[in-house]
């Protein structure tokens, strides 16, 4: 019964990855060209098991359990219009050590902060009190978790991730998939891993109050080694689509730019579409959403919206065509045709919905330099971030030296490559 939390198996692989793409310094090959990394599981792992020691009792009765970031290869800021994306889980992980305790008390520790950090709470009023930001998100999925009639009892937890935070990798949905997972299992809930999407979203949105769409948390939850996942953020009916991983990879390019308008950028653009959406509603019985809209429907209600919000509508329904095409060209093996819907997907992004940003710019335009690399596009809310690249497994060591030596030049700035592996999605090691 693969599609409940409580049953799911998981398999895990080591992965080749880059060390920081400033370590090439434009030799073909030296000592620091590709190595192989320990597992990612084991990083997290040994990181939750050292914060073990502290704990009282130590490390009996704990369990491991882990969620993936993610990258969106296509479908950029259609989740929140009811329309489709299609990313992927990567093997970049948000991991979590649970045990039940007695009483009604739960204690989270963060290995990853300085001296371990930690928060106590009631599990039955998880509101109370002004914990740290860290700990709202672990709060917040025992809250939804309530909500939906899963009252949990008291816990100890030790979180620790290798999903690098502030880079649009979704380490917040890791966080939320993780814990709610480890609870799930802990304390027998059978929750369907698209219901449990929606709890954490729910908990993102209304506790912490972000406003994400679905997306992130779907791919986090429902991923499957070596596959995208299409996904209707409607009905949140999916689909696994395969990648052909024997012949390219997915690489994560990080700026290493702050993400400084990312926030109020989102929430405007989808006021934008709402507004937009709303009138052609008023032309055109059913449209509830821009998903439900055409270009043609849009064109019609130019002389109604700013000639800002036309460009935003155009984007996204642009972009769910993008969508709806590339899960066809990927079931086919057809990278190089994906590949240029990817690069259409930046210039819709850069021009129409103006997410972009000088850097991510330059990243693309760099990685299209690469001969190998079939498609580059801006991933994520935007304005700063990561890029996704689809890149021939044999130009993976050239197009990382490239990007290495260029991006810096071009911005003076350090960028972090990583090249991944589609995972999947939550469970727990065993």
């Known amino acids: 019964m693969e599609g409940a939390v409580g049953l799911r198996p998981i398999h895990r692989r080591a992965a080749v990855t880059l060390p920081c793409a400033a370590s090439y310094n434009g030799r073909a090959r030296d000592a620091h060209s590709l190595r192989l990394r320990v597992s990612v599981?084991?990083?997290?792992?040994?990181r939750l098991r050292g914060a073990l020691g502290s704990m009282p009792g130590g490390p009996q009765g704990f369990r491991y359990f882990r969620a993936p970031g993610r990258v969106?290869?296509?479908g950029e800021h259609t989740d929140y219009n009811d329309g489709f994306v299609l990313p992927c889980a990567l093997d970049m992980d948000f991991g979590v050590a649970l045990r039940p305790v007695a009483g009604r008390q739960a204690r989270i520790v963060a290995a990853d902060m300085p001296d371990a950090a930690a928060d106590t709470f009631e599990v039955d009023q998880p509101g109370q009190g002004d914990p740290a930001q860290w700990a709202r998100y672990a709060r917040a999925v025992v809250w939804s978790l309530a909500e939906e009639g899963f009252v949990v009892d008291g816990f100890e937890a030790v979180i620790?991730?290798?999903?690098?935070?502030?880079s649009g990798l979704s380490s917040s949905a890791a966080y939320e998939v993780a814990l709610a997972t480890a609870l799930a299992r802990t304390f027998g809930f059978e929750i369907a891993l698209p219901r449990l999407a929606l709890l954490c979203q729910r908990a993102e949105n209304r506790f912490v109050g972000v406003q994400c769409g679905i997306m992130d948390q779907s791919i986090s939850a429902m991923g499957r080694a070596r596959h995208g996942l299409f996904l209707?953020?409607?009905?949140l009916s999916f689909e696994h689509v395969p990648i052909d991983t024997e012949h390219y990879r997915v690489v994560v390019c990080d700026?290493?730019?702050?993400?400084?308008l990312a926030g109020s950028a989102y929430n405007e653009r989808r006021r934008q579409c709402e507004t937009v959406a709303a009138a052609i509603g008023r032309r055109h019985e059913g449209v509830r959403a821009l998903r439900d809209a055409t270009l043609e429907m849009l064109d019609e209600v130019a002389g109604d919206i700013t000639p800002?919000?036309?460009?935003?509508?155009?984007h996204v329904l642009s972009e769910n065509g993008r969508v709806l095409e590339a899960k066809s060209l990927l079931a086919r093996g057809d990278a190089v045709g994906f590949g240029r819907l990817m690069a259409d997907s930046h210039v819709s992004l850069r021009d129409d919905y103006e997410v972009s940003s000088a850097e991510l710019d330059a990243m693309v335009e760099i990685a299209n330099e690469v001969e190998g690399c079939v498609g580059a596009r801006m991933t994520g809310a935007g304005f700063g971030g990561c890029t996704v690249n689809l890149v021939a497994a044999p130009a993976v060591e050239a197009f990382a030296a490239h990007i290495g030596r260029?991006?810096?030049?071009?911005?003076?700035?350090?960028?972090?490559?990583?090249?991944?592996?589609?995972?999947?999605?939550?469970?727990?090691?065993?």
């Open 41 to 46: 599981d084991m990083a997290v792992v040994d």
């Open 72 to 74: 969106n290869l296509i």
């Open 160 to 166: 620790a991730s290798d999903v690098p935070q502030g």
């Open 232 to 235: 209707d953020c409607r009905d």
């Open 255 to 260: 700026t290493s730019a702050p993400r400084t």
């Open 308 to 314: 800002v919000e036309f460009r935003r509508a155009r």
């Open 406 to 430: 260029h991006y810096p030049e071009r911005t003076g700035r350090t960028p972090r490559v990583y090249v991944c592996e589609a995972a999947d999605g939550a469970g727990e090691w065993g």
